[in-house]
C-alpha cells in the first residue's frame, strides 16, 4: 500500500546503519532518494550501486549537518538535482560516552551540534520547499534516551530531549502548511554506532533479556517506521513519538 513514486525524499547520515535502511526502504517504495554522508564516500558509493536496480535517481552528497554553510549549499545542490523535496529524514547523529562530571565541552558541543544543531539547519532549510508545494513530511530520528535519560550519556539525552520538543513546536507551527512532522524513538538497535559496547558479548545478551522482544533491533526495524510516516498512511499523524523499544521502555 506504500507508493511513493513521484516523491523525493531527504535522508541525513544516509551511508550506514538506519539511514542507510531508510536509503533502501524509500527507494523500494518507489521514491527518488538524496542522502547526506560525512567521511566515507565509498559507502555512498557501494549504496547507490546495490539501488541501481530499481532505476530510481539515488544522489549522495558530502555534507557535515553541523556547519551552516555545508547545510545551505547541500540543500541549494539537491534542488537543483531533484524537482522538490516530500520528505525530510533527519537520521544524522552521534552518540558518545561521557561521565557527567568529567564532561568536556568539546564532548557536550559536538554532542549538541550534530544531533541538534544539525537536524534545525536541515530541517529551517527545507521548510519553505515544502510550504511552497503546500505538503512535506519530517521525520527526525530521537531516541527513548530523550525520553528517559540515559547514565553516562547525559549529552547524548539531552540533544534528544530537545529534539522531542523540537518535533512537537514544528508540528503545531507547520500543521497550516500541511507539514507533518513526527519522530521515531529507538532503543538500543544494532549499528555500528553501538559496536564498541555490543563487542561484549555477556552485555549484548544482558540488553536482549532487559527488552520484551528478547532481540535487538536491526536498522529495518527503524526504517519500516519512518517509512510510515513518510506515507499517505500517516497523512492525519504529526507530533508523534513513535517507539519502537521492542517494549523495553513503556514512554506514555
Not at 41 to 67: G, H, P, Q, T
Not at 146 to 163: D, I, P, T, V
Request: hydrophobic residues 40%.
Amino acid at each position: 500500500m506504500i507508493n511513493l513514486n513521484g516523491k523525493v525524499a531527504v535522508v541525513t547520515g544516509g551511508s550506514r546503519g538506519i539511514g542507510k535502511a531508510c536509503v533502501e526502504y524509500f527507494v523500494r517504495a518507489g521514491a527518488d532518494v538524496a542522502f547526506t554522508f560525512n567521511t566515507r564516500e565509498d559507502r555512498a558509493n557501494e549504496l547507490i550501486e546495490s539501488l541501481l536496480s530499481y532505476k530510481k535517481k539515488v544522489e549522495a552528497y558530502k555534507c557535515a549537518v553541523e556547519i551552516e554553510s555545508d547545510v545551505i549549499a547541500t540543500v541549494k545542490k539537491i534542488q537543483n538535482d531533484f524537482p522538490g523535496i516530500d520528505i525530510l529524514v533527519n537520521n544524522a547523529g552521534i552518540w558518545e560516552f561521557g561521565e557527567a562530571e568529567k564532561m568536556t565541552l568539546e564532548n557536550w558541543n559536538r554532542t549538541m551540534a550534530i544531533n541538534l544543531t544539525g537536524t534545525m539547519l536541515f530541517t529551517r532549510e527545507v521548510i519553505p520547499i515544502m510550504k511552497k508545494n503546500s505538503a512535506g513530511k519530517i521525520v527526525i530520528i530521537t531516541s527513548t534516551a530523550g525520553q528517559r535519560g540515559e547514565a553516562f550519556h547525559s549529552h547524548y539525552a539531552a540533544s534528544k530531549g530537545a529534539l522531542i520538543s523540537y518535533v512537537k513546536s514544528l508540528s503545531t507551527e507547520l500543521a497550516p502548511f500541511n507539514i507533518l512532522v513526527n519522530s521515531v524513538a529507538p532503543g538500543w538497535v544494532d549499528t555500528e554506532m553501538c559496536d564498541p559496547v555490543f563487542n561484549n558479548k555477556e552485555y549484548e545478551e544482558e540488553v536482549k533479556l532487559n527488552i520484551p522482544l528478547k532481540k535487538i533491533a536491526a536498522p529495518e526495524d527503524i526504517a519500516g517506521p519512518v517509512l510510515f510516516l513518510s506515507s499517505d498512511l500517516a497523512n492525519h499523524i504529526t507530533g508523534e513519538i513513535l517507539n519502537v523499544n521492542g517494549g523495553s521502555v513503556l514512554c506514555g
